[in-house]
């Protein structure tokens, strides 16, 4: 998975809960995206950042917000955790936002808000 | 409002055959677009890179087009494996955007 960690790697947690995801990447690229994964929705851009301390929203910003103290570690974190928040989330890099940014994905969250 | 859409929810095939896969989008004017694998329980993995000014691209037993006249990319996996068995993303860039939006996936089933 390119060097990219994500944890924890299951989490269930209750209504009103704060949660933070944590994504960790040992390729010292620029970029760094939260996506969410749901059935019939496919992947959704949460939120990103294009280096340390940059960071802008997504698709589907609401109820999350992100930080990106140092180059390796993007956070996601969901202030009042939801039932709609249930979801599995994806964190990926890119080195560049040039013509080849591709982009590399880590191995996932899965989220269970009861 | 801009739309991309995968035609396919999933498509069987027969192992040996050639399969093909539709993304269309609407109301976007990508600058490349991108295919992805993912296999269930993992992220996905990039796959092929398409620009707006070119029609075709090869790698392997993968083949993608673009067609911007008809706002259409097809995917073609050429003599088919079962372990080309797998959920294909297509993704779109504008230039000058970090962003890809992703359409929603086709499951493709390689049938011995």
């Known amino acids: 998975d390119a060097g990219i960690t994500q944890s924890p790697r299951h989490k269930v947690t209750e209504t009103g809960t704060p949660v933070t995801l944590r994504c960790h990447q040992t390729?010292?690229?620029?970029?760094m995206y939260w996506y969410r994964q749901d059935p019939g929705h496919g992947l959704r851009l949460i939120h990103y950042?294009?280096?340390?301390?940059?960071?802008d929203k997504g698709e589907v910003s609401d109820g999350y917000s992100v930080s990106r103290s140092k180059t390796e570690d993007f956070l996601l974190t969901l202030e009042s955790a939801t039932s709609s928040q249930t979801s599995v989330y994806f964190c990926?890099?890119?080195?560049?936002?040039?013509?080849?940014?591709?982009?590399?994905f880590g191995p996932g969250t899965r989220l269970t808000v009861l | 409002s801009q739309k991309i859409e995968q035609n396919s929810e999933a498509l069987n095939i027969q192992e040996g055959k050639t399969a093909t896969l539709t993304c269309n989008y609407t109301?976007?004017?990508?600058?490349?677009l991108q295919w992805y694998r993912q296999d269930p329980g993992r992220g996905p993995v990039f796959l092929l890179l398409?620009?707006?000014?070119?029609k075709e691209k090869r790698k392997e037993r993968l083949k993608v087009t673009f067609d911007t006249t008809l706002k259409q990319s097809l995917f073609h996996i050429t003599a088919s494996q079962p372990a080309d068995s797998a959920t294909y993303l297509c993704?779109?860039?504008?230039?000058?955007?970090?962003?890809?939006?992703f359409g929603k996936g086709t499951k493709l089933s390689v049938i011995p």
């Open positions: 398409i620009r707006e000014n070119e």
């Open positions: 993704a779109l860039r504008r230039a000058g955007s970090y962003q890809l939006t």
């Open positions: 950042s294009y280096g340390v301390k940059d960071t």
């Open positions: 390729e010292n690229h620029r970029y």
């Open positions: 990926a890099i890119s080195p560049t936002s040039g013509v080849n940014n591709e982009q590399f």
């Open positions: 109301n976007y004017s990508p600058a490349y």
